[in-house]
């Protein structure tokens, strides 16, 4: 299957600092990417619809001027927490489409685990 | 809106037994329904999906009947093994459209622990 790639694995970082998250698309294009946030021992939440060339579309209650997305390209998106808390902290996962698998199937990054501390 | 609920776990099962994680969902028009396994530290993989009723989905001896009448799609196994130890997640997929489309409500997930 399609692989998705996330970077990095893990990060630690203090409060108040921002943080990054890379999702890739490595062998296909993705024109939508998802960004979902799971807290232990619980389900996903969908956060935002990252679709490429345009503004992402936020869930309810997910502040969009904390966790920026970007999708400049076919293959990437990023996730960036700002100014970052302990709340935040959490496992956070992107998936993506590959529409060339007649839009049945996502692809899921092996996730961020984000530590604020 | 959509919705998926499991039966809570964890479910713990001895090697060979049989496996019934319970799903049932509630959505509008008709949604595909899926199987997601997280495996400790890794990310989610698809096990299997259905996209329509009556439709069965199976994978690495895993089986799951897309049932329209009760919104159910149980996960089977008949004989688990200890390898099969993981979180399983159900999840379904509106297939109306929007700058949403594809994404992906999930249940809570549960815990499976198999032993030798």
């Known amino acids: 299957g399609a692989v998705v790639s996330q970077h990095p694995s893990w990060v630690i970082c203090k409060s108040g600092t921002s943080v990054k998250i890379e999702c890739r698309s490595l062998d296909f294009q993705a024109t939508t990417m998802f960004w979902y946030r799971q807290f232990p021992k619980q389900s996903l939440m969908l956060m935002a619809t990252?679709?490429?060339?345009?503004?992402?579309t936020y869930e309810q209650g997910v502040e969009k001027d904390k966790f920026l997305i970007n999708h400049a390209s076919l293959t990437l998106s990023t996730l960036t927490v700002t100014s970052a808390h302990p709340e935040d902290s959490s496992f956070y996962i992107c998936?993506?489409?590959?529409w060339g698998q007649g839009n049945t199937e996502a692809f899921f990054g092996q996730g961020t685990r984000l530590t604020v501390v | 809106g959509d919705s998926v609920t499991q039966m809570e776990g964890p479910v713990t099962l001895s090697e060979e037994a049989f496996l019934t994680i319970n799903c049932t969902y509630t959505?509008?028009?008709?949604?595909?329904l899926f199987w997601y396994v997280q495996y400790p530290g890794e990310g989610l993989q698809l096990l299997l999906k259905a996209t329509k009723a009556d439709d069965k989905g199976s994978n690495k001896g895993f089986e799951a009947t897309y049932r329209k009448e009760t919104t159910s799609f149980h996960l089977e196994k008949g004989s688990v093994q200890v390898s099969d130890s993981a979180v399983y997640f159900c999840?379904?997929?509106?297939?109306?459209?929007?700058?949403?489309?594809?994404?992906?409500?999930f249940g809570q997930g549960t815990i499976l622990t198999v032993h030798p």
């Open positions: 959505a509008t028009g008709y949604p595909s």
């Open positions: 998936s993506a489409r590959d």
């Open positions: 990252s679709n490429e060339g345009s503004k992402a």
């Open positions: 999840a379904l997929r509106t297939n109306a459209g929007g700058t949403s489309y594809g994404k992906l409500t």
